[in-house]
């Protein structure tokens, strides 16, 4: 235990918390009178009345710290006095500065000026100090622990907060919140068969966690235009892509998402009634899928495949190597 027993001194008597408080307190700096100065000789008729007056009317001011100095200084030019006041602090640095003219022989009436006015800013700097001061307090006691159960020899550690979805790269949910969708698209394709192919798919997406999503399809497809029985086309196929799904930076319901897929693709092209070929293909595919209103979504999907058969029949049916294809449509977040 430590007792105060002067500024800066304890004896052994208290804690040491309550010592250190004790020391910060003595510690702080107290107002005390300032040092007035006021240089002689004085060019005035009543320089011991201008000096008195000086003091008078700085007696009831405090300065913020010791060794703070009003200095007075006079000057004569004919018939012009001029008093100038300056205010340093202890280390000597300029605080404020005053100077006041007046027509006379007589020096009270400016010493008593420039005394009231370094009684103003030597009350503002006490009030300004004294607001700097931070109140000194004891320091918080450690909050009670729990202690664990006599069969636990380690404390179980503090719950996790589940992260945000925006805060990974890959939109994920917990483990009972995953998204299952179903939706249909319009296309347009070329590349598979003759000329430009549109038709219908439906599909669906199903979230595995980690932000990866599977994504089968089915789609059918005819020849936009068929100018020769042999050009009268159809197409039918299904795919199946594993894709990861970026959010966008929004509220839910809200905001734009971008699926990145790859996968491969399965079926035939057929036409006329006389020829058949197989169909596989694999590639890339990218979709924009933006939230409506409630469960309700619209997506753009671009298709880029590398047509692995490439057969040829008798009518002029030659296949492209690159078939690509265009998607629009709609989807329906089921949960």
Known sequence: MLEFVGPGRFSRRESGELAIVRWRVASLDVPEPPKIVLEQPAPCSDSAKADETLRRALAPSLAPRHAWTVTVRFERSGSQLTA??????????????RA??????????????????????????????????????????????????????????????????????LLSHPEG?????????????GGAGPGVMAGPSLFSVFEVGRGWFLRPTVALARTLQDITPSTDATWAATRFDACGRLPGFYLEHKGIQLDMCAGAEV?????????????????????????????????VRAVAEVNLLRESTNYGVDPSLFVGRAEVGLSWGIR
Do not use: N, Y
């Open 100 to 169: 006041m003219k007046q027509q006379s022989t007589d020096c009270s009436a400016l010493s008593r000026a420039v005394g009231v006015w370094a009684s103003l800013v030597l009350d503002a700097e006490v009030e300004k100090a004294t607001a700097a001061q931070v109140p000194v307090a004891l320091p918080p006691k450690p909050s009670a622990v729990a202690a664990p159960p006599p069969d636990q020899l380690w404390p179980a550690p503090a719950p996790q907060e589940k992260p945000q979805p925006e805060s990974r790269l």
């Open 84 to 97: 100038e006041g300056e205010i340093s602090d202890e280390m000597d640095a300029p605080v404020a500065h």
């Open 267 to 299: 079926g035939f092209l057929t036409g006329g009634g006389s020829w058949t070929l197989p169909f596989l293909a694999v590639g890339p595919s990218v979709g924009l899928r933006g939230e409506l209103a409630g469960d309700l979504s619209a997506m």
């Open 177 to 189: 919140e995953r998204t299952i969708e179903v939706g249909a698209t319009t296309f347009l394709m």
